[in-house]
């Protein structure tokens, strides 16, 4: 009898707790129905056409879309990735607004009888009026996309308000309805944050190189050029050639070994800097030479991802034309990994240069199919779909971590300390730390698997007891169960099975213009 009436009080407090919202929201009705009758007494213009277009062009969030669409054709790093937040934003503020709020809230929408008929949606909705779908959608897009360029968000703002006013125009939602579903939106593009971390900068900090010397029209640089990179149709030897007269220009073409192709760039007569136009692999192993060879490196962008690029801050040709031109340089750290075969000893392993990332298990898996799925969807979303696949189907690894047995799903070894916490790496607020960052996901604990699909998928992989990270000077593993393969810089490089992860000693100057002194080709957007 106890849990019954343990029940029957609970209904009659959940009864007691409705009524009293109801009579406490009275106000707010009538001040709804006051501003809807005022709309309604508005003299007929040419702008009730326009809002019934504008309010339809807003159904399933097609306006978005096509503004998505344009701001990613416009080519710029912030409205790509204001493109892709905004669209995240929609899918949440959507989810909240029509799968949780609008079953849980019904309210009748305002009765037709309220507008006069030229001005009234005739395919009214039948859903639940609180809160406004369509405000949510409009002012999560407008609010994620001025997350990334706040000039491109101010010009959507205003769209975003005429939406949302729109719907109390034609009678489809009471103010209330759009005013709550615009916080609404506008807090599931905050939100998306917590999966999609916004880069504080364009470049990563790193302390100036002084000594770096100054290569008016490229006198002085010898750049290697990767004839496989670049854009198609487009090649990028002639480009840098016409960019910088007075530098000599190498290409490697297919077939060339590549580390063969910069020593003999590097050792040519009068080079006082090493460059290489290519992906990130090729970028590293140009960084290896550099460093043997002690010369400042130029980079010049050219491959599918460039992360490398992106972290130190040159994303096209004529950064690196400033940047040599006026000597502007900075120390950026390069790892080193030493993989070899415990019967052979150290002495038969390889030695291998990362400028980005190395790793084993499933993460070199999960950095392809993220590379595959993400200029359809984005790098973040298809980063995370990728993590998820793979974990689906990984199988463990079992290693000794700093002599520490474990099995683990996935190891990931960064180049320095990346942002934000979780597997899902995105760049290094530094480059010159002298530290390796060390993640991990342990498969020794129960139900580790799902533990780390329902953290990724909610946001706090990086708080779940099956996931370590950790910064270190050196990082030693070994795999009990056999080689694995090591990917380095997202390409399968070397294999063995005691592996010895550090940073170089010896930081390598890479050419970066100040851009306190160039401030007018700062991207607007």
């Not at 326009?50 to 978005?64: E, G, K, P, V």
């Not at 959608?137 to 959507?156: D, I, Q, T, W, Y």
């Not at 854009?231 to 077939?255: F, N, Q, S, T």
């Not at 294999?495 to 700062?522: C, H, I, M, N, Q």
Request: with cysteine; glycine share 10%.
């Amino acid at each position: 009898m106890l849990p019954r009436r343990r029940a029957r009080r609970a209904k009659v407090a959940i009864r007691s707790g409705i009524r009293h919202s109801r009579r406490s929201l009275r106000p707010v009705g009538a001040l709804d129905r006051r501003i809807t009758e005022a709309v309604g007494d508005l003299p007929p213009n040419r702008g009730d056409a326009a809002l019934l277009h504008l309010t339809r062009s807003a159904n399933h969030s097609w306006l978005w879309f096509a503004a998505a669409s344009l701001l990613a054709g416009l080519g710029t790093r912030r409205t790509r990735r204001g493109a892709v937040r905004g669209i995240f934003g929609i899918a949440l503020a959507s989810f909240a607004a029509n799968a949780v709020a609008k079953p849980l809230v019904p309210r009748r929408r305002p009765a037709a009888d309220l507008l006069p008929p030229y001005r009234s949606l005739p395919e009214r909705p039948t859903s639940s009026s609180f809160p406004s779908g369509h405000s949510a959608s409009a002012f999560a897009f407008a609010v994620g996309v001025g997350l990334e360029g706040p000039r491109a968000g101010a010009l959507l703002a205003p769209l975003a308000a005429t939406v949302a006013y729109s719907r109390i125009h034609v009678g489809v939602h009471w103010t209330s309805d759009v005013a709550v579903g615009s916080a609404l939106g506008a807090g599931a593009a905050l939100l998306t944050q917590r999966w999609l971390p916004r880069r504080p900068s364009d470049e990563a900090i790193a302390r100036p190189w002084l000594d770096a010397p100054a290569l008016v029209d490229g006198e002085g640089l010898s750049m290697m050029v990767n004839m496989g990179s670049g854009r198609p149709g487009v090649d990028p030897a002639e480009e840098i050639a016409a960019a910088l007269p007075k530098a000599r220009v190498v290409r490697l073409e297919e077939g060339d070994d590549l580390l063969d192709k910069l020593v003999e760039t590097a050792s040519l007569p009068g080079t006082r800097a090493l460059g290489i136009a290519g992906g990130d692999g090729s970028v590293a192993a140009a960084a290896r030479v550099a460093e043997d060879m002690g010369l400042p490196l130029a980079v010049m962008p050219a491959g599918t991802l460039n992360h490398f690029g992106r972290d130190v801050g040159v994303y096209d040709l004529q950064e690196v034309v400033d940047a040599t031109g006026a000597g502007e340089a900075v120390a950026v750290d390069v790892g080193e990994l030493r993989a070899y075969t415990t019967s052979l000893g150290p002495e038969g392993g390889a030695r291998q240069v990362f400028v980005n990332t190395a790793s084993f298990g499933g993460y070199p898996d999960m950095v392809r199919l993220r590379e595959k799925w993400e200029k359809r969807w984005g790098k973040w979303p298809a980063a995370s779909a990728a993590l998820v696949a793979v974990l689906w189907t990984a199988r463990p690894v079992r290693c000794r971590i700093d002599g520490r047995e474990t099995s683990v799903w996935m190891l990931f070894v960064g180049n320095g300390p990346y942002a934000p916490s979780g597997m899902t790496p995105a760049y290094r607020p530094r480059l010159d730390t002298g530290l390796l960052e060390v993640r991990y996901l342990r498969a020794d604990r129960r139900f580790s698997r799902a533990r780390a699909i329902g953290g990724l998928l909610a946001g706090t992989l990086g708080h779940i007891r099956t996931y370590v990270e950790h910064t270190a000077e050196t990082l030693d593993v070994e795999l009990l169960d056999g080689p694995l393969q090591v990917a380095t810089d997202g390409e399968v490089m070397v294999a063995g099975d005691r592996l010895t992860f550090s940073v170089a000693e010896v930081k390598v100057p890479v050419y970066r213009r100040d851009e306190s002194r160039w401030p007018e080709r700062t991207p607007a957007w």
